[in-house]
């Protein structure tokens, strides 16, 4: 599916011959850019945030296919709705609501039962073109177990804790980003910390 992206910029010129985004150059401002017509403010957002995006999906989902179903569809999204862009929020933000109702879709047609119940994901997974060397260093013993930890959360859980710690939103910003209060974000962030605490307790890491 990233391939397919990928394939997709063919006719977009070589990265070399791009004009050079300044480095202060924020999100927001970069999808205006876009939206007006330039590619190469695409090529910023889209090797800004598609680390984190992924790994965000592949957490959710546990699956590696269907996070890369997922990761392409949100990209699509963003470019289908360039027209109709507003900086109302941080990019971020806007985009990772698409991203949280795709995977709410997702949901809807694999069954919520077959998220809540699916084995823990490979670690090894996380280790793509995707990653970067923290999240690689992170996989040690104890960053594996975790990683098996975070797959047992219910989904809402899953989702808070995934957007804080991959996203680094706060918890505004999470409520919006999936539609609810701000104490429910509070509460579910709660409980995704005490079973994971349980969780790594329970293998020997206090």
């Known amino acids: 599916m990233r391939q397919g992206l990928a394939g997709n910029r063919g006719s977009t010129p070589s990265r070399s011959m791009l004009p050079l985004m300044p480095a202060e150059t924020n999100d927001q401002d970069l999808m205006l850019r876009y939206r007006n017509g330039d590619a190469a403010a695409f090529e910023e957002l889209y090797g800004r945030h598609k680390g984190p995006l992924y790994r965000y999906l592949l957490r959710q989902t546990g699956h590696a296919a269907n996070a890369e179903e997922i990761f392409q569809e949100v990209w699509i999204k963003v470019i ?3 027209q109709r862009y507003k900086p109302l929020a941080k990019f971020s933000t806007w985009m990772y609501q698409i991203a949280h109702n795709c995977f709410i879709d997702h949901v809807r047609r694999q069954g919520r039962n077959a998220l809540e119940a699916r084995a823990g994901m490979e670690p090894d997974e996380l280790m793509t073109d995707y990653g970067n060397p923290e ?37 505004k910003e999470i409520a919006s980003i999936t539609g609810t209060g701000r104490e429910t974000v509070k509460s579910r962030l709660r409980y995704a910390m005490r079973r994971l605490r349980e969780a790594l307790e329970d293998n020997g890491h206090e």
């Open 80 to 82: 289908r709705s360039r």
């Open 135 to 171: 999240s690689a260093a992170a996989l040690s013993q104890s960053g594996q177990e975790l990683t098996q930890a975070i797959a047992t959360l219910p989904v809402e859980q899953r989702e808070a804790f995934l957007l804080r710690m991959e996203g680094g939103f706060g918890l």
